[in-house]
């Protein structure tokens, strides 16, 4: 089983330059979510999805949009990357409801971003 | 101030003993907390969910506690082995008025042969 999947695992960007990550469950869940994890701080939430073709921000939207066009695919776009944006971001889903889940999630991978 | 802590210094301890991990946190309603295990350079996975009326949750070798008159979640692991070296991260679903699942740092466990 593939649970969720992040592409690309690494990327260097230049500032000012535009990328998407992709992220694909195939787990049939709801809910999806994009956090990023940087050193000393906690995962923070940036967008998240309750459904197909809804998405809603998180905690730190700012400089980020996203998209769910299809019920397995999360896609989080960045218009002009900041050196601010160097992280590690992680997909995350679940199958229950809520504002945030009330049961567990299932992370993939990871992104590792690079902003020069 | 609101806050979530967990045990910033690493963890070590001989294979076979209980490790106990350490999750506090201040001026929040949980509603429930979780925790997940997180190897270098892969994504968390759950291990445990415990909510805001039970005392105690079990799995396996796993064992999570929450006392929300001590504001204190504590993950134990009993006959730990170096496959249980990993850092545990705490997140604490805040059910007051500012709902939101809140992430503690993790503490980094070692388990030594």
Same mark, same amino acid.
């Given at each position: =089983?593939?649970?969720?999947?992040?592409?690309?695992?690494?990327?260097?960007?230049?500032?000012?330059?535009?990328?998407?990550?992709?992220?694909?469950?195939?787990?049939?869940?709801?809910?999806? /979510?994009?956090? *990023?994890?940087?050193?000393?701080?906690?995962?923070?939430?940036?967008? /998240?999805?309750?459904?197909?073709?809804?998405?809603?921000?998180?905690?730190?939207?700012?400089?980020?949009?996203?998209?769910?066009?299809?019920?397995? =695919?999360?896609?989080?776009?960045?218009?002009?990357?900041?050196?601010?944006?160097?992280?590690?971001?992680?997909?995350?889903?679940?199958?229950?409801?809520?504002?945030?889940?009330?049961?567990?999630?299932?992370?993939?991978?990871?992104? *590792?971003?690079?902003?020069? | 101030?609101?806050?979530?802590?967990?045990?910033?210094?690493?963890?070590?301890?001989?294979?076979?003993?209980?490790?106990?991990?350490?999750?506090?946190?201040?001026?929040?309603?949980?509603?429930?907390?979780?925790? /997940?295990?997180?190897?270098?350079?892969?994504?968390?996975?759950?291990?445990?969910?415990?909510?805001? =009326?039970?005392?105690?949750?079990?799995?396996?070798?796993?064992?999570?506690?929450?006392?929300?008159?001590?504001?204190?979640?504590?993950?134990?692991?009993?006959?730990?082995?170096?496959?249980?070296?990993?850092?545990?991260?705490?997140?604490? /679903?805040?059910?007051?008025?500012?709902?939101?699942?809140?992430?503690?740092?993790?503490?980094?466990?070692?388990? =030594?042969?």
């Amino acid at each position: =089983n593939a649970g969720v999947t992040q592409t690309p695992k690494f990327r260097v960007l230049k500032t000012g330059q535009s990328m998407t990550l992709l992220c694909a469950q195939d787990m049939n869940h709801e809910y999806m /979510y994009w956090y *990023r994890q940087d050193p000393g701080m906690g995962l923070r939430l940036i967008h /998240y999805s309750v459904g197909e073709g809804t998405t809603a921000k998180g905690e730190v939207p700012d400089g980020y949009n996203v998209s769910r066009l299809k019920k397995q =695919n999360f896609l989080l776009g960045l218009e002009s990357a900041a050196p601010s944006q160097t992280s590690v971001y992680f997909c995350a889903s679940s199958n229950h409801p809520g504002l945030h889940p009330t049961g567990e999630l299932f992370f993939g991978e990871g992104s *590792r971003l690079t902003v020069l | 101030s609101q806050k979530i802590e967990q045990n910033s210094e690493a963890l070590n301890i001989q294979e076979g003993k209980t490790a106990t991990l350490t999750c506090n946190y201040t001026n929040y309603s949980p509603a429930y907390l979780q925790w /997940y295990r997180q190897d270098p350079g892969r994504g968390p996975v759950f291990l445990l969910l415990i909510r805001e =009326n039970e005392k105690e949750k079990r799995k396996e070798r796993l064992k999570v506690t929450f006392d929300t008159t001590l504001k204190q979640s504590l993950f134990h692991i009993t006959a730990s082995q170096p496959a249980d070296s990993a850092t545990y991260l705490c997140a604490l /679903y805040n059910a007051g008025n500012n709902r939101k699942l809140i992430w503690g740092l993790g503490t980094s466990l070692a388990v =030594n042969p």
